[in-house]
Antibody, heavy 123, light 113 residues
Framework: QVHLQESGPGLVKPSETLSLTCSVS????????WSWIRQPPGRGLECIGY???????NYNPSLRSRVTMSVDRSKNQISLRLSAVTAADTAVYFC?????????????????WGQGTLVAVSS | DIVMTQSPDSLTVSLGERATINCKSS????????????LAWYQQKPGQPPKLLIY???TRESGVPDRFSGIGSGTDFTLTINGLQAEDVAVYYC?????????FGPGTKVEIK
């Protein structure tokens, strides 16, 4: 059974860069799309973007200028970097795996999620 | 972006009764070439990640009880919980995965009366 585990600092200073890693165990990165999704405390869910096994990315336009995602196939990990953070970036950050895509158009639902990690932005 | 809205914001239902949650998308999430609605429903309990319940608008994820059902097409969708159980207390989100960025509705909180 695939298991996702997010890790990274729980506290980041304003204007600095948030860096998180999602470790994938019990399965391969191959053939899947991997997303980062965040949820501010008490609020709804926002897709930050996704990365494919091959490294192709698609970022939310609202965050595109500050986001970088990468994949480390040797470690079975995906990573997120979000630069120039502010208090508005305080959230629980989830990594999630889409179900296998069946069609050339659109994506697939998120059927595997990590537990999430809370990142607070504060000086 | 495709904007997702949900109604009601919250819902209080007696045990064993039916809960109905509506979801509307600002654009159709039906892709005519494959006749699939790119619409999913998730359940989120406090302190937990969302759990996939329904995808393609009406297909139940493996292991999800059959009291959960989804219906709808185009821009209007409904999640129904028939015979609400205590463990169904949660926030429910709809999500479209047709156009990027994939977007979620604001959520509907379901509580027991």
């Amino acid at each position: 059974q695939v298991h996702l585990q997010e890790s990274g600092p729980g506290l980041v200073k304003p204007s600095e860069t948030l860096s998180l890693t999602c470790s994938v165990s019990g399965g391969s990165l191959i053939d899947y799309y991997w997303s980062w999704i965040r949820q501010p405390p008490g609020r709804g869910l926002e897709c930050i973007g996704y990365i494919s096994y091959s490294g192709a990315t698609n970022y939310n336009p609202s965050l595109r200028s500050r986001v970088t995602m990468s994949v480390d196939r040797s470690k079975n990990q995906i990573s997120l970097r979000l630069s120039a953070v502010t208090a508005a970036d305080t959230a629980v950050y989830f990594c999630a795996r889409e179900a296998l895509r069946s069609f050339d158009r659109g994506g697939s639902p998120f059927n595997v999620w990590g537990q999430g990690t809370l990142v607070a932005v504060s000086s | 972006d495709i904007v997702m809205t949900q109604s009601p914001d919250s819902l209080t239902v007696s045990l064993g009764e039916r809960a109905t949650i509506n979801c509307k998308s600002s654009q159709s999430v039906l892709f005519s070439s494959n006749n699939h609605n790119y619409l999913a429903w998730y359940q989120q309990k406090p302190g937990q990640p969302p759990k996939l319940l329904i995808y393609w608008a009406s297909t139940r994820e493996s292991g999800v009880p059959d009291r959960f059902s989804g219906i709808g097409s185009g821009t209007d969708f409904t999640l129904t919980i028939n015979g609400l159980q205590a463990e169904d207390v949660a926030v429910y989100y709809c999500q479209q995965y047709l156009g990027t960025p994939f977007t979620f509705g604001p959520g509907t909180k379901v509580e027991i009366k």
